[in-house]
């Protein structure tokens, strides 16, 4: 299993490694997660691995259970069952909604969050954030009066950090305009090349399929799918074309449909 | 856990007008209910117990009768008046605090008035539990005594200006029975200018004669002043107090003990249950706990902010009330702080298990305000006053919740009132204790 402590050089193996196959030391791997809240099952027997540099989509309908298993992932909420073979400490977190605070700037919060991260060198990290993020002339902002997307960049910034070999990520493109979205996936694909591990959640699902290699679908606490996007894509219109259905989305909503769903 | 701690002082440096509100509000609010408590509440009861036998209730002083009883009625305008049987008795239902003072008046007061010569002594038992109530009493006993001794007084001075009449302008006195005529200054004078005017100018019983007659205008003269010196002369009646029990800190001082004690809960509620809801507002909670800080580390640091920052106001609020309005022994400073810091601490405390409750911002602020307010209200309420269920409710309040016990531990600090100092800040200790296990068992659905 890669070892955090030792991010930079476990980072320099994979740009050099092939890319990522299934045969290789999964980055994380899930095993028979499950969560219930009362009588309401969130997540049913959820099992996935992810290699390094993989960028794995997970989309479903609302309600499906996405962000309660990153969160489980993330290790906010412990689950009923199953395990997650990377603690939370090794695993980088972006909450759907900006968990920043909006009273300090930019350069305020990356570096409380830096010094609570324990980042060895703090400034360093938090420069460097700042330049990736394209955040750099706002460094002195306070966080409250950026925009929408911009806030949001500084959400990933914070889970970034700590330079996670793997980084969770709930809607991440659910606030932002077509531009601001399209950064965003630059941004997150330039990540994935560098070896992190990317596990986000969307409801779009050509979105999923676009910018992913690897697709989960869930509906209902229940891991419907996992498979690239061409493996998706001829699942749900295998089904759907002898309904003539006329687009992808309306194929897949008939493909949860014929689940079930 | 220290730059959580400086990232919050960052955001309250950030937010002056909530930082001011915060403040100046629960100062205000301290400052007022400290003067409300300067008025005095409704009828409070005492007990009175007269030991003077009924038939000895009528005295005579200089041939005028005065009824004892005549002054009872009076009293009981102001508070309810419970008659005694025995002094045992008075003393016991203050004791029991089924009355806030005792009135015993001893069995010789009519002779001793009668005579003048020794000056009577009436004692007055407090129930010193409730100071608001013990200087109502006070006063209102003083009062009654005051209007007697007026009214005796003024019996005795219409008997001395009788005796004065007389001796300037002569007249009948009755001694033993027989009527005795007395010449008088006037007349006594009048006879002297008309001896010395048949006396030859350089006879030497002339100068004699003369400094009689000089003393006696002088004496004329100054008798009639003496009535006015009379009226003001003072009381036939003193009044030799106890206090039973209880507290002896007199009302101004306990006011600021309560003033202390109201505006340290507001400030360290609000801000506590603010802070910790503030987290999760932000969002930024469920990204601390993974590992950054632990749930306890983090009510620890809210709790140390909140009740450092009210400690420190509270703290210049009392130095500043001890510079420039009220005595205050600045000796007992570090009682002060013992007091402040467990009561900063509990309610601190208090404030992030209603902030974990609560959740938000907005809703924690109001929850803190709802439950401030009757906790202090309720732990305020006069023992004696309310009876029953009533009673036993507040009782709990004040055990639950940390307003009580930082009073009584400020008061202690504050005015040296003859009570235990360890036990309210054990209370305090334990009460800290309990609010945080329930802000901890709240995080559990924070994120
Ligand atoms: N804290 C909670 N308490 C009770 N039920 C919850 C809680 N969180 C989620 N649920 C329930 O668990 C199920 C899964 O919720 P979750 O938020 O994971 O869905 P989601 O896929 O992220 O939905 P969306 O696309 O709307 O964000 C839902 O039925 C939700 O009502
Ligand atoms: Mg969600």
Redesign the pocket.
């Known amino acids: 299993m890669p070892n955090a402590g030792n991010n930079v050089a476990a980072r320099g193996d994979r740009d050099a490694a092939a890319p990522p196959g299934r045969d290789a030391v999964p980055a994380l791997a899930v095993a028979g997660l499950a969560k219930r809240?009362?009588e309401?099952v969130?997540l049913r027997d959820v099992s996935f691995e992810a290699g390094a540099g993989e960028l794995v989509a997970l989309t479903?309908?609302?309600?499906?259970?996405?962000?309660?298993?990153l969160s489980i992932l993330a290790g906010i909420q412990p689950p009923d069952a199953g395990t997650v073979s990377r603690p939370p400490g090794e695993i980088g977190w972006v909450p759907?909604q900006p968990a920043v605070y909006s009273k300090l700037s930019v350069a305020e919060n990356l570096r409380l969050f830096a010094r609570l991260e324990r980042v060895r060198d703090v400034d360093a990290a938090v420069r460097g954030m700042l330049e990736q993020t394209g955040l750099a002339d706002r460094a002195d902002d306070e966080v409250g009066r950026l925009s929408g997307g911009n806030r949001q960049r500084v959400n990933i910034a914070v889970g970034l950090l700590a330079a996670p070999p793997v980084l969770l990520l709930?809607?991440p493109s659910s606030s932002l305009d077509p531009r601001q979205r399209e950064r965003l996936w630059e941004f997150i694909a330039a990540l994935a090349a560098r070896g992190t591990t990317v596990v986000y959640?969307t409801?779009n699902v050509q979105e999923a399929e676009r910018h992913a290699d690897r697709v989960l679908v869930?509906a209902d606490?229940e891991l419907l799918f996992c498979g690239t996007p061409a493996e998706l894509e001829a699942a749900v219109d295998g089904e759907a074309a002898a309904r003539g259905a006329r687009d992808f989305e309306t194929s897949f909503v008939r493909f949860l449909h014929e689940r079930g769903h | 856990m220290r730059w959580l701690l400086l990232k919050d002082l960052q955001i309250l440096r950030r937010s002056p007008l909530l930082v001011a509100l915060l403040i100046v509000y629960p100062i205000l609010i301290a400052l007022l209910i400290g003067s409300a408590l300067s008025r005095g509440p409704g009828n409070p009861s005492i007990a009175i117990f007269n030991e003077v036998p009924a038939e000895q209730r009528t005295f005579e002083v200089g041939g005028s009768s005065v009824n004892a009883d005549e002054y009872l009625p009076q009293l009981s305008r102001s508070v309810d008046v419970v008659s005694a049987e025995s002094r045992e008795e008075a003393i016991r239902l203050v004791e029991q605090g089924r009355v806030l003072a005792a009135v015993i008046l001893p069995p010789d007061i009519a002779e001793q008035l009668a005579s003048g010569r020794r000056q009577p002594t009436i004692e007055v038992a407090y129930n010193g539990e409730d100071p608001v109530k013990q200087r109502y009493v006070e006063s209102v006993v003083k009062a009654r005594m005051a209007d007697a001794n007026a009214a005796l007084t003024e019996k005795y001075e219409q008997v001395t200006l009788r005796y004065i009449d007389m001796l300037r302008d002569g007249g009948e006195l009755t001694i033993l029975g027989r009527e005795v005529p007395i010449l008088g200054l006037r007349d006594s004078r009048r006879i002297l200018d008309s001896v010395i005017a048949t006396l030859p100018r350089d006879a030497p019983e002339r100068t004699a004669l003369d400094q009689v007659n000089r003393f006696a205008t002088l004496a004329i003269q100054n008798l009639g002043v003496s009535t006015d010196v009379l009226r003001s002369v003072g009381e036939p009646i003193a009044v030799r107090q106890t206090v039973i029990g209880g507290r002896r800190t007199p009302l101004d001082d306990y006011a600021i003990a309560v003033a202390a004690a109201v505006s340290l809960l507001f400030l360290t509620v609000l801000l506590a249950a603010g802070l910790l809801a503030l987290e999760r507002e932000e969002h930024a909670f469920s990204r601390l706990v993974r590992g950054l800080v632990s749930k306890l580390g983090l009510l620890a640091e809210k709790v140390g902010l909140a009740a450092l920052c009210s400690l420190l106001v509270t703290l210049a609020l009392l130095v500043g009330l001890g510079l420039f309005f009220v005595e205050l022994d600045f000796a007992r400073m570090p009682l002060w702080l013992a007091a402040l810091a467990l009561g900063s601490t509990a309610f601190a405390a208090l404030g992030v298990a209603l902030g974990g409750l609560a959740r938000e911002v907005r809703a924690a602020s109001l929850l803190a305000f709802l439950l401030s307010l009757p906790i202090a209200f309720l732990a305020l309420v006069p023992a004696g006053s309310v009876s029953g269920w009533a009673a036993d409710a507040i009782a709990v309040v004040c055990a639950l919740f940390p307003f009580k016990a930082t009073l009584q531990a400020l008061d202690v600090a504050l005015n040296d009132a003859p009570e235990s100092f360890a036990a309210p800040l054990l209370h305090l200790a334990a009460l800290t204790g309990l609010y945080v296990a329930i802000a901890r068992l709240a995080l559990r659905?924070f994120a």
């Open positions: 809240y009362g309401r969130a479903g309908p609302n309600g499906a259970g996405k962000t309660t298993l759907q709930d809607e959640s409801h869930l606490g | 659905r």
